[in-house]
């Protein structure tokens, strides 16, 4: 019985923890994709823009569903010209056009395909299988989009967050997180948009908006989802 009981507590410990080592092992294997990407492409002599298209927050262990086979494809495929995207970069409707515009230029067509194909020394892209898995994965993991009906002091008390978000992306739904994530959520967005040079709050001009951050999760903290 004691051989028995010492039997299957080995197999229990193999068995259970070879789920958290593989998504360990796929992310590890991601973030190498990305890094030499990124490598490869900061050093030429379109870095300069290519490094302002999105702000470099995104690792492979931060994506949705890490060691899933779609966040492989993003990790294949989505740096080779620019960084790492989030999901919740976009409602779900926009991710589709997007999609099909960077594929455009990853076979070298389109707006600026041709540069970014020769820049990479050929960029992969991905069939129509990946294509639309890599769409599917998006959709399912992108930003829940406010439901403004929900919201009238949107224009009032919510102005802060209404004229900050919607800067880069669609209003967020705040009762989507819980409070105490709200306040990550704001300073990790309060980082991007000083580093993309967008209007963060500064020395009071006249004519220009100042987003404060204290009103901003004052709001979000009150319609937190519990």
């Not at 300069?48 to 492979?60: C, V, Y």
């Not at 001009?205 to 989802?225: N, V």
Request: glycine share 6%; with cysteine.
């Amino acid at each position: 019985m004691f051989r028995c009981c010492v039997l299957l507590t080995s197999l229990c410990a193999l068995f259970c923890t070879q789920p958290a080592a593989s998504a360990d092992a796929a992310s590890s294997a991601n973030q190498r994709l990305i890094d030499a990407a990124l490598a490869r492409w900061s050093g030429g002599p379109q870095a300069g823009w290519l490094s302002r298209i999105l702000p470099p927050t995104m690792t492979a262990t931060a994506l949705p569903e890490p060691d899933s086979p779609a966040a492989s494809l993003m990790a294949r495929y989505c740096v080779q010209c620019h960084h790492l995207p989030s999901p919740a970069m976009h409602h779900p409707d926009k991710w589709p056009k997007i999609v099909d515009r960077m594929v455009v230029r990853m076979r070298g067509s389109g707006n600026r395909g041709a540069l970014m194909k020769d820049m990479m020394g050929g960029a992969a892209a991905p069939d129509e299988e990946e294509v639309h898995m890599l769409i599917g994965y998006l959709r399912r993991n992108a930003q829940k989009p406010i439901d403004v009906a929900r919201y009238p002091d949107l224009d009032t008390r919510g102005r802060s967050f209404r004229d900050a978000c919607d800067q880069c992306h669609v209003l967020p739904e705040p009762s989507s997180r819980p409070a105490r994530e709200w306040r990550r959520v704001v300073q990790r967005m309060e980082d991007n948009m000083s580093w993309m040079n967008r209007i963060v709050g500064s020395a009071p001009q006249r004519g220009e908006p100042q987003l404060r951050r204290q009103d901003i999760l004052g709001y979000l903290e009150s319609k937190a989802g519990r």
